[in-house]
C-alpha cells in the first residue's frame, strides 16, 4: 500500500513540475507539496541511507550550503541540495526527487554521494527526524522577521526540537551565546566553530572602528539564565564575540575550529587572508567570498564536511587540508555577493532580510573599495516579513556609505527616510516606488563611474524581483533551471 | 535663548525591538532643527531611574523573555520615581510592551496576571492572534508641521498579540482609521494621560510623525521653561514623501 502511495506520489509530482515548466514557472517547491499531499513519509523515504547535512540558522544558511556543497563536489561526492528559498519542508522533497535518480546511479559507479539540504529554522524542528542528518550546522541566531517566529526563544526551541529528533553531530557556533546554549544535553555529539578569541581581541584593539551615538539593537546582551549582562573580552559582529556570565560563569567555549584573520586590509575583497585551524593543524585560505560574516560560514562549511569525512570513513577525500583548499575555489550563491558584469560597470547584489544582514552588507559597501553608489529596495510582502520597522534597528550611522543612493520598492519612503535621517543629505538620493526599480538601476549605471560597481541591497521579493528583470536583459540562467 | 532637554532612554539593551530606535532618532533629528540641545541619556537594569533629571522618556517593546528579565526592576525598584514623573507631567512615549508596562495588569492566556506598575488605568489581555498590520489614526491636538497638510493623521505599524483595554481615567491617544488598535474592538489606539504617550505603533511610528515628535518636544519645553516658549514650524518634506508613499502603497 505504501509503495503504491509513493509511487502515485512520484507521479503527482512529476506532473505539477510538467506543468510548472510549460507554465514557465519554476517548480522549487510545489511538486513537492503534491508528493507531501499523497505520501506524508515522502521526505523520509527520500533520506533512507543518505550522507544527509542539514544546515539551519537565522543568517548565512545559503552562503554556508553552497559552500559547503562545492567542496564536497570538489572532493568527487556526487551532491543533492536544494535552492535558496525552498527550504520547507516542501522545498527540500523537490529537490530530494529531483536529485534521487542521480544519487541511485552516482553509488551504483561507486561514486560517493551526499545531500545538504538548507533548512528554515521552524521547519527544521519537523524535518530533522525525517532527513536523519548525519551533521546539522547551526551559524547563528539574529532577530528575523519576528513577525513570523514570534521570537529568538522559540527559534530556538525549534531547532532543539529538531537536534532531539536526530542523532546528527552537532555544529554550532561558539561566538553565538544564544546558539552555544544548545549544546546542552547534547555535549557528547557538539562540536564548535568560530573565530579566534584572540583574533578578535586583537582587531578589537588594533582596529577600532567609528563608534555610533545610537548603539544599534542587539538580540543577547544578557544571560537568560541570571538576567546579568554578559561580559565581552572581544567581539565581532552583532552579539558575537568572546561573552562569560559574570554570575554562572557561562561562557563562549573554545571551538575545535576556528579563524585567525588581521583586519589590516579589507575583508570586503575577495582574497582575503585567513588561517583556518582544525586543533593544532593550522590551513592559509583566501577568502572566496568577501565579508567578515562569511570568516563564519567558511569556517563552517569546512568543518562540516571533516566531520562528515570523519563520520563516514572517508577522511582521505574529506580531510581539514583538501577541504580547506576547496573552499577557495567557491562562488557567491544566489543573491549573496553575486557580481555582475555591464561592459565596463559591475552591478552586486547582496541579499538583506534582517538587521544583522543589512548592518553586514553596509559595513561590506562601507568597506569595499570599488562602490560607487547604493541601491536599496524593500518590500513588505509575506515572505520579506510584513513588518520593515527593523531598519531602524541597524546602525546606518556609523557607515561610511557611497555619496550616489537609489531607493525602490513598495517601501521606499520608508527607507528613504531611514537613510535621509542616517544623515546622506537628501538632494543625493534618487527613489521611486517598485514599478520604477529598473529605470533606477539604468540610472545608477548610467551614473557609475568605469571600474566601479553598484551595490544593490534588496530584501527577498524585492530582490526576486530584479533579478527577473536581469535575467531577461543581460541573458543570465534562470536559477530554477 | 536656546533650549536644551534631556531624554531618557530606558532598558535600550533589552527594550529595542521593531525599530524602536527610529523614535529616538526622530527626537534627536526633529530637536535638532528646532535649535533644541537634546542630550540622550540610557539607563538599564540596576541603575538608578532619578525623574528630575530628565524632560522627556523613552519605554520601547521587547520579546517576552527581555520583558520579563527586567519587569521587577521597572516595577519595584523604578517604579515609584517612574509614578513620580508621570504625575509631574514628565512627557513620556511607550511602545507597545512598554506601553503594557505602564497598566495594571498583564494577563496571559492561561489566566495568569503579571502584575504591571499601574502607573495608567488600563490592562491588557494575550490573545492568539497577532495583530500585524499598517495603521493609520486620527488625533486632534497636534502642532502643525510648516507646510505639512494632514499633520493630525499618524501613520504606523502594529505588531502585538495583547488586547488592551482603558479604564475611566485615560483617554484614548487616537481614533483608528486603519487596522486594529487598542484591542480590535473600540475603535481606539494607544492612552494619553498627562503628558504620556502610549501606542502600539513600532519605530517607524515618529520617523513618519512629525507633528507628533514636535508635540513632545514642545509640550517637554512648556514643561520646563513655561507657556512662552519660542516655538517655530519647522518643515518635513522627506517625511511628507514617506507618508505620500505608504499612503500610495496601501491604496488610499
Given at each position: 500500500?505504501?509503495?503504491?502511495?509513493?509511487?502515485?506520489?512520484?507521479?503527482?509530482?512529476?506532473?505539477?513540475?510538467?506543468?510548472?515548466?510549460?507554465?514557465?514557472?519554476?517548480?522549487?517547491?510545489?511538486?513537492?507539496?503534491?508528493?507531501?499531499?499523497?505520501?506524508?513519509?515522502?521526505?523520509?523515504?527520500?533520506?533512507?541511507?543518505?550522507?544527509?547535512?542539514?544546515?539551519?540558522?537565522?543568517?548565512?544558511?545559503?552562503?554556508?550550503?553552497?559552500?559547503?556543497?562545492?567542496?564536497?563536489?570538489?572532493?568527487?561526492?556526487?551532491?543533492?541540495?536544494?535552492?535558496?528559498?525552498?527550504?520547507?519542508?516542501?522545498?527540500?522533497?523537490?529537490?530530494?526527487?529531483?536529485?534521487?535518480?542521480?544519487?541511485?546511479?552516482?553509488?551504483?559507479?561507486?561514486?560517493?554521494?551526499?545531500?545538504?539540504?538548507?533548512?528554515?529554522?521552524?521547519?527544521?524542528?519537523?524535518?530533522?527526524?525525517?532527513?536523519?542528518?548525519?551533521?546539522?550546522?547551526?551559524?547563528?541566531?539574529?532577530?528575523?522577521?519576528?513577525?513570523?517566529?514570534?521570537?529568538?526563544?522559540?527559534?530556538?526551541?525549534?531547532?532543539?526540537?529538531?537536534?532531539?529528533?536526530?542523532?546528527?553531530?552537532?555544529?554550532?557556533?561558539?561566538?553565538?551565546?544564544?546558539?552555544?546554549?544548545?549544546?546542552?544535553?547534547?555535549?557528547?555529539?557538539?562540536?564548535?566553530?568560530?573565530?579566534?578569541?584572540?583574533?578578535?581581541?586583537?582587531?578589537?584593539?588594533?582596529?577600532?572602528?567609528?563608534?555610533?551615538?545610537?548603539?544599534?539593537?542587539?538580540?543577547?546582551?544578557?544571560?537568560?539564565?541570571c538576567k546579568v549582562k554578559y561580559e565581552y573580552a572581544s567581539r565581532s559582529f552583532g552579539?558575537?564575540?568572546?561573552?562569560?556570565?559574570?554570575?554562572?560563569?557561562?561562557?563562549?567555549?573554545?571551538?575545535?575550529?576556528?579563524?585567525?584573520?588581521?583586519?589590516?586590509?579589507?575583508?570586503?575583497?575577495?582574497?582575503?587572508?585567513?588561517?583556518?585551524?582544525?586543533?593544532?593543524?593550522?590551513e592559509a585560505v583566501k577568502l572566496s567570498v568577501p565579508g567578515m560574516h562569511n570568516f563564519y560560514n567558511s569556517m563552517a562549511a569546512v568543518a562540516t564536511t571533516v566531520i562528515l569525512g570523519e563520520i563516514i570513513d572517508d577522511s582521505s577525500?574529506?580531510?581539514?587540508?583538501?577541504?580547506?583548499?576547496?573552499?577557495?575555489?567557491?562562488?557567491?550563491?544566489?543573491?549573496?555577493?553575486?557580481?555582475?558584469?555591464?561592459?565596463?560597470?559591475?552591478?552586486?547584489?547582496?541579499?538583506?532580510?534582517?538587521?544583522?544582514?543589512?548592518?553586514?552588507?553596509?559595513?561590506?559597501?562601507?568597506?569595499?573599495?570599488?562602490?560607487?553608489?547604493?541601491?536599496?529596495?524593500?518590500?513588505?510582502?509575506?515572505?520579506?516579513?510584513?513588518?520593515?520597522?527593523?531598519?531602524?534597528?541597524?546602525?546606518?550611522?556609523?557607515?561610511?556609505?557611497?555619496?550616489?543612493?537609489?531607493?525602490?520598492?513598495?517601501?521606499?519612503?520608508?527607507?528613504?527616510l531611514r537613510i535621509v535621517y542616517s544623515g546622506i543629505d537628501e538632494q543625493h538620493v534618487r527613489y521611486g516606488a517598485m514599478k520604477d526599480c529598473e529605470k533606477l538601476l539604468d540610472e545608477a549605471l548610467a551614473a557609475c563611474t568605469p571600474g566601479k560597481c553598484v551595490y544593490v541591497l534588496p530584501n527577498y521579493t524585492s530582490m526576486l524581483h530584479l533579478r527577473k528583470c536581469m535575467v531577461k536583459r543581460y541573458h543570465l540562467k534562470d536559477f530554477w533551471k | 535663548m536656546s533650549y536644551s532637554l534631556t531624554l531618557c532612554h530606558m532598558y535600550p539593551d533589552l527594550l529595542n525591538l521593531y525599530g524602536d530606535r527610529g523614535n529616538v532618532l526622530s527626537l534627536i533629528r526633529r530637536a535638532s532643527l528646532h535649535d533644541i540641545d537634546l542630550r540622550v541619556e540610557t539607563i538599564s537594569l540596576s541603575d538608578e531611574f532619578n525623574a528630575s533629571k530628565y524632560d522627556l522618556v523613552f519605554l520601547g517593546g521587547g520579546q517576552d523573555t527581555e520583558q520579563n528579565m527586567l519587569r521587577g526592576d521597572f516595577v519595584n525598584n523604578k517604579g515609584p520615581e517612574v509614578k513620580r514623573a508621570i504625575e509631574d507631567g514628565v512627557v513620556f512615549l511607550c511602545v507597545c510592551g512598554g506601553y503594557q508596562m505602564l497598566g495594571k495588569y498583564y494577563e496571559e492566556h492561561d489566566g495568569t496576571r503579571i502584575e504591571c506598575l499601574g502607573a495608567l488605568d488600563l490592562y491588557t489581555v494575550g490573545e492568539d492572534v497577532r495583530f500585524i498590520q499598517d495603521t493609520i489614526y486620527e488625533v486632534d491636538f497636534l502642532p502643525n508641521v510648516k507646510q505639512m497638510t494632514n499633520s493630525c493623521i499618524l501613520y504606523g505599524f502594529e505588531n502585538h498579540s495583547g488586547r488592551t483595554y482603558l479604564g475611566s481615567d485615560v483617554k484614548p491617544l487616537a481614533r483608528v482609521i486603519r487596522g486594529a488598535g487598542n484591542n480590535g474592538e473600540d475603535g481606539f489606539e494607544g492612552a494619553h494621560y498627562n503628558n504620556v504617550i502610549c501606542t502600539y505603533s513600532h519605530g517607524s511610528f515618529l520617523p513618519k510623525n512629525p507633528a507628533m515628535t514636535d508635540y513632545l518636544l514642545r509640550t517637554a519645553l512648556v514643561r520646563k521653561y513655561g507657556e512662552e516658549v519660542t516655538w517655530e514650524e519647522v518643515e518635513a518634506p522627506v517625511e511628507m514623501l514617506a507618508r505620500e508613499a505608504v499612503a500610495a502603497y496601501l491604496g488610499i
Open positions: 500500500m505504501t509503495s503504491f502511495r509513493t509511487g502515485l506520489a512520484w507521479t503527482g509530482a512529476r506532473m505539477s513540475k510538467l506543468m510548472l515548466h510549460l507554465l514557465g514557472r519554476g517548480a522549487t517547491n510545489f511538486p513537492g507539496k503534491v508528493a507531501m499531499k499523497i505520501q506524508p513519509r515522502m521526505l523520509s523515504l527520500l533520506c533512507e541511507n543518505e550522507n544527509a547535512i542539514q544546515i539551519t540558522g537565522t543568517n548565512g544558511k545559503t552562503t554556508t550550503t553552497h559552500m559547503t556543497v562545492d567542496i564536497l563536489r570538489e572532493a568527487g561526492f556526487y551532491v543533492v541540495t536544494n535552492v535558496s528559498g525552498a527550504n520547507l519542508e516542501a522545498g527540500l522533497i523537490t529537490a530530494l526527487m529531483n536529485g534521487k535518480k542521480g544519487l541511485i546511479a552516482a553509488r551504483k559507479k561507486s561514486i560517493p554521494t551526499a545531500v545538504v539540504l538548507e533548512t528554515d529554522e521552524a521547519a527544521f524542528a519537523k524535518t530533522a527526524g525525517k532527513v536523519r542528518p548525519k551533521v546539522c550546522v547551526v551559524t547563528n541566531l539574529f532577530r528575523d522577521q519576528l513577525d513570523r517566529y514570534g521570537e529568538l526563544k522559540h527559534t530556538r526551541d525549534c531547532i532543539a526540537k529538531g537536534l532531539d529528533a536526530c542523532s546528527a553531530k552537532v555544529l554550532l557556533n561558539s561566538d553565538d551565546s544564544l546558539v552555544a546554549k544548545l549544546r546542552d544535553g547534547r555535549e557528547d555529539r557538539t562540536v564548535f566553530f568560530g573565530l579566534s578569541a584572540e583574533s578578535m581581541r586583537y582587531n578589537n584593539v588594533t582596529y577600532p572602528g567609528k563608534s555610533a551615538d545610537l548603539p544599534a539593537s542587539s538580540d543577547a546582551e544578557y544571560c537568560t539564565e552579539h558575537l564575540g568572546d561573552y562569560s556570565c559574570p554570575k554562572c560563569g557561562d561562557k563562549r567555549q573554545k571551538p575545535r575550529f576556528y579563524v585567525t584573520y588581521d583586519l589590516k586590509t579589507s575583508p570586503s575583497d575577495v582574497g582575503f587572508p585567513l588561517e583556518l585551524h582544525d586543533g593544532d593543524a593550522t577525500k574529506l580531510n581539514f587540508s583538501a577541504c580547506s583548499k576547496a573552499l577557495m575555489q567557491t562562488k557567491a550563491a544566489f543573491g549573496r555577493m553575486e557580481k555582475l558584469t555591464v561592459g565596463d560597470k559591475k552591478i552586486c547584489v547582496l541579499l538583506v532580510k534582517n538587521p544583522v544582514g543589512l548592518d553586514r552588507a553596509l559595513s561590506f559597501v562601507s568597506e569595499t573599495s570599488d562602490a560607487d553608489s547604493l541601491y536599496m529596495l524593500l518590500n513588505s510582502n509575506v515572505p520579506d516579513g510584513k513588518d520593515v520597522s527593523w531598519i531602524w534597528d541597524v546602525d546606518f550611522e556609523s557607515k561610511i556609505l557611497p555619496e550616489k543612493v537609489f531607493v525602490s520598492g513598495d517601501r521606499y519612503g520608508d527607507m528613504l | -
